[in-house]
């Protein structure tokens, strides 16, 4: 075997519900990655689940393995900073899940020591690869929709009780729903139309007794464009997850990429129907012909998150461009910071 067909040694640490759910599957099913080593404090469950697979106790017990080449940083988001910062001196490449830490300051000495050290730095941006956004990028792409003029995004769920002891729900630095589902968004909007002008935000809580956001709405201002992103845990009726208005037409569609739901069941990202989504779920193209409007159904694009590792691995290899730079995660980070301080201020932001 030559020295390319080694697979790339992997280490995870955090066996929480993002480990388990979003990345050790993932991990496992991308060719030339090889899950090696998982960092789960206490309990059993990373071992049941992969008994081939060396089970480390603390940071140091992972990362004593020469051959650990990759990290993956998939713990509670107030602890990003400082793991990823010993994985890099330790001369790991590193993966941190969304988001990228808890401050820019901190994102932006992250990228620094990535630098200093030579190491691949990446975020866990997967819902780049869902497929109803794969589906508006070529829409996007294709002019179909012409110079749009507004986009908008949204992640509605309705969860009116609150989860004790979730640390998401509980006070403290990167805790909260704008926090959690954010970061999708803006890097999703950014990814698609650059950098905005300014930015107005209203961050707030919507539910009884909740101590931490639960709700927001972000405007991003471009000169002759408006991306509203949306988020609430009160929608018992989901508005379109996007909804895209342009001189040529409008997109609408409903429902998420259906990937997380089925690794939630426990489904393995395999086989040639892996992120598809069924007929009825795709989203409507209405289009202006002379002075009709004509409708159709626009067939989604196969979602995958195994792209994302793929691009990790052939960006390490040498043989990609890395897909989610640090410099893109730094601009998602500026974009938190600032819509919280507008929110925090109600008023409009520049982007500075």
């Known amino acids: 075997m030559t020295p390319e067909a080694q697979p790339i040694n992997v280490g995870l640490i955090g066996f929480g519900f993002a480990g388990r759910t979003f990345h050790a599957p993932v991990i496992r099913a991308v060719k030339g990655l090889r899950l090696a080593a998982i960092l789960q404090r206490k309990g059993t469950e990373a071992a049941?689940?992969?008994?081939?697979?060396?089970?480390?106790?603390?940071?140091?017990?992972?990362?004593?393995?020469d051959s650990i080449q990759l990290v993956v940083i998939a713990t509670p988001n107030v602890?990003?900073?400082?793991?990823?910062?010993?994985?890099?001196?330790?001369?790991?490449?590193v993966v941190i899940d969304k988001p990228f830490a808890t401050t820019y300051a901190e994102a932006a000495e992250l990228v620094s020591q990535a630098e200093k050290c030579?190491?691949?730095?990446?975020?866990?941006?997967s819902r780049r690869f869902d497929g109803d956004f794969k589906t508006v990028r070529n829409l996007f792409a294709s002019d179909a929709l012409g110079r749009v003029v507004l986009f908008e995004s949204h992640y509605d769920r309705y969860r009116l009780q609150l989860r004790p002891?979730?640390?998401r729900e509980q006070a403290g630095p990167g805790s909260g729903v704008f926090f959690d589902l954010g970061p999708h968004l803006i890097d999703q909007a950014l990814t698609l139309v650059g950098t905005p002008e300014a930015i107005s935000a209203d961050i707030r809580v919507e539910r009884d007794g909740a101590v931490v956001d639960d709700a927001f709405d972000l405007?991003?201002?471009?000169p002759r464009l408006r991306v509203l992103l949306r988020g609430t845990m009160l929608a018992s009726k989901p508005s379109p997850h996007f909804l895209i208005h342009g001189t040529k037409g409008?997109?609408?569609?409903?429902?998420?990429?259906?990937q997380e739901n089925a690794l939630k069941r426990g489904e393995l990202p395999e086989g040639p129907d892996w992120g598809k989504e069924p007929e009825e779920a795709w989203g409507t193209l209405s289009q202006v012909e002379g002075d009709k409007v004509t409708e159709r159904a626009v067939?989604?694009?196969?979602?995958?998150?195994?792209?994302?590792y793929a691009n990790v691995r052939d960006a390490i290899l040498g043989k990609a461009a890395l897909a989610v730079t640090p410099q893109g995660a730094l601009s998602v980070m500026r974009v938190l910071e600032l819509a919280r301080q507008s929110s925090d201020e109600k008023?409009?932001?520049p982007y500075a």
Request: aromatic share 12%.
């Open 48 to 65: 049941s689940a992969y008994p081939d697979v060396r089970v480390a106790r603390s940071v140091e017990e992972l990362l004593a393995s």
């Open 79 to 93: 602890s990003h900073f400082d793991l990823a910062r010993q994985c890099l001196l330790a001369g790991r490449h």
């Open 118 to 125: 030579g190491r691949l730095l990446s975020v866990y941006q």
């Open 165 to 167: 002891g979730a640390w």
């Open 219 to 222: 405007t991003l201002r471009y």
């Open 250 to 258: 409008s997109y609408v569609k409903y429902g998420l990429d259906p």
């Open 299 to 308: 067939p989604t694009e196969p979602g995958d998150y195994r792209e994302y």
């Open 347 to 349: 008023r409009v932001i």
